[in-house]
C-alpha cells in the first residue's frame, strides 16, 4: 500500500544538537510538506516543496532547514537555532494544491 | 491573512447521538475548506473538502459538512457516532495561491457508551 513513513516515531535532542526527521512517500506525489503541532494550537506549517529540488519557507521556518534532492524524500532538519523545538512534527504529500495525506508522526523531546 | 475559529475545545457525545462540530474562517477571497480527523499519536486523514459548487459536501465515515458563506462557517456533522469517532477534528482554510494551509486548534471528540 502506498503511503508516507516517518521515522524515527520518537527522537531526543541534546542541547546544541542538530536532528533529521525522515519522511518518505511512495505515493508518487509531487508536493511534500512539514507542520508543526503543539497543543491546542492546530498545525504550523514549517517548509513545503512542490518539485524537486525547490522548496519555500511556510510560518514558522526560522530553526529549521530542508532538502528535496528526490521526488520520495523530504527531510527535515531541526537545528540548535530553535529554541523550543519539543513538538509533534507531520510530513505530508499532495497530487494537488494542500495536503492529502499525512505520516503518523514523529515526537521530538529535548534532553 | 487568513484565520480559522474552532470554538469547542473538547465535545462529548453518546454513541448513537448526532455530533456537530463548529467551524469560522476568516479569509477575503473564495475559500478552500477542509476538515481533517487525527486520532491520539498518528497523523492527520481528510474526511472531506469544498473547493466549490454544491455547499453540502459528504466526505468519509458518514460525515458531511456544510459551507455557509454568510456565516463564514463550515460545519462537520455525523447524525449518528460510534465509539470509534472519538478522535481530534482540525478544520482548515486553504489559501488560493500557493500550497498553505491554515488550521484550526482542533476539537476534541469524547463519545460516552
Known amino acids: 500500500d502506498g503511503g508516507i513513513t516517518q521515522s524515527p516515531k520518537y527522537l531526543f535532542r541534546k542541547e546544541g544538537q542538530n536532528v533529521t526527521l525522515s519522511c518518505e512517500q511512495n505515493l508518487n506525489h509531487d508536493a511534500m510538506y512539514w507542520y508543526r503541532q503543539d497543543p491546542g494550537q492546530g498545525l504550523r506549517l514549517i517548509y513545503y516543496s512542490q518539485i524537486v529540488n525547490d522548496f519555500q519557507k511556510g510560518d514558522i521556518a526560522e530553526g529549521y532547514s530542508v532538502s528535496r534532492e528526490k521526488k520520495e524524500s523530504f527531510p527535515l532538519t531541526v537545528t540548535s537555532a530553535q529554541k523550543n523545538p519539543t513538538a509533534f512534527y507531520l510530513c505530508?504529500?499532495?497530487?494537488?494544491?494542500?495536503?492529502?495525506?499525512f505520516g503518523d508522526g514523529t515526537r521530538l523531546s529535548i534532553l | 491573512a487568513q484565520s480559522v475559529t474552532q470554538p469547542d475545545i473538547h465535545i462529548t457525545v453518546s454513541e448513537g447521538a448526532s455530533l456537530e462540530l463548529r467551524c469560522n474562517y476568516s479569509?477575503?477571497?473564495?475559500?478552500?475548506l477542509f476538515w481533517y480527523v487525527q486520532s491520539p499519536g498518528q497523523g492527520l486523514q481528510l474526511l472531506l473538502k469544498?473547493?466549490?459548487?454544491?455547499?453540502l459536501v459528504q466526505g468519509i465515515k458518514g460525515f458531511e459538512a456544510e459551507f455557509k458563506r454568510s456565516q463564514s462557517s463550515f460545519n462537520l456533522r455525523k447524525p449518528s457516532v460510534h465509539w470509534s469517532d472519538a478522535a481530534e477534528y482540525f478544520c482548515?482554510?486553504?489559501?488560493?495561491?500557493?500550497?498553505?494551509?491554515?488550521f484550526g486548534g482542533g476539537t476534541r471528540v469524547l463519545v460516552k457508551p
Open positions: 469544498y473547493f466549490s459548487g454544491d455547499t
Open positions: 482548515a482554510v486553504g489559501e488560493a495561491a500557493g500550497n498553505k494551509l491554515t
Open positions: 505530508a504529500s499532495s497530487r494537488d494544491p494542500w495536503p492529502q495525506h
Open positions: 479569509y477575503g477571497a473564495t475559500p478552500y
